[in-house]
C-alpha cells in the first residue's frame, strides 16, 4: 500500500449510510501500520506517524498533562472518535478527552468526550488535515484544534468553535511558541518540532518543507 490516504471500497448504501458505513469500519480487519477513518462519506485507511514524530508526540503530551482539566486525560494511543452528527470518524493524533467516555465496551469513543485533538500533518494526511478535519472539528464543538503543520514547520491553534468554523486562532512557526487557549492556557514551546532524523532514506531529507503544497488553509481566523 503506497504512503497515501486509501479510500475502500463499500457497498452502496443509501445516503443517510453513516451508521452502515460505521459498522462496517468496525468490523474491517485493518493492515497492520495504517489507520482507518471515516472521511466525507468514505473509509480511508492512511499509514500512521513516522517514528521520530513520537518524540513531538511525547513533548505535547508532557507539556498538556499539568494543564489538564479535572477528570480528563490526554494520550496518543489510538482510539477512533466518533463524530455522527458531522459523518465521521477520526483517530486524532494526540488528544485531550473525558476520562469516564473510555469506560465503555464499545471499540470506540463518543467525539463530544474531545477537549482537545491533535493532528501531526503528512504526506498522507495533510489535506484531511486541513480540509476536512478543522472545519467538522468546528461544527462538532470540540473546543480546540491544533495542527502541527510537519511540512512546513508551524504550528496552528484553533478554538472557539461555530457552525461557521473557528473564531480564534494562533500560530507560530517551529521553535516559537504557540499559545494554547483555555481550558489549558499556556504556552507551547515547539523546539525541535521540526528536527527531521539524517538518513538518506527519509523522504523529508529530499526536499525542503518551503517546497511543500500548501492547502488552502483558512486566513480569517485572527
Known sequence: MLDRPTAIETPE????????????LMTMEVPDGYRAEIIRGNIVMSPWSRGYYLDVMDALVEQLMP?????????YAPFLFALPGQERAYGPDVYVAARQAFRTTERFIDGEALTLAAELTSSSTRNADWLDKLPVYARAGVPVYLVLDMQVH?????????????????????????????????????????????????????????????????????
Open 67 to 75: 494543564r489538564l482539566p479535572e477528570s480528563e486525560r490526554v494520550s
Open 13 to 24: 448504501v443509501p445516503e443517510d449510510s453513516f451508521q452502515a458505513l460505521f459498522r462496517t
Open 154 to 222: 508551524t504550528a496552528s491553534a484553533f478554538w472557539e468553535p461555530t457552525p461557521e468554523g473557528y473564531a480564534k486562532r494562533s500560530v507560530a512557526k517551529f521553535g516559537e511558541k504557540l499559545r494554547l487557549p483555555p481550558p489549558f492556557a499556556f504556552d507551547l514551546d515547539t523546539t525541535g518540532f521540526g528536527t527531521v532524523p539524517e538518513h538518506p532514506e527519509n523522504p523529508e531529507n529530499q526536499g525542503n518543507a518551503a517546497n511543500s503544497a500548501d492547502p488552502e488553509t483558512p486566513e480569517n481566523q485572527e
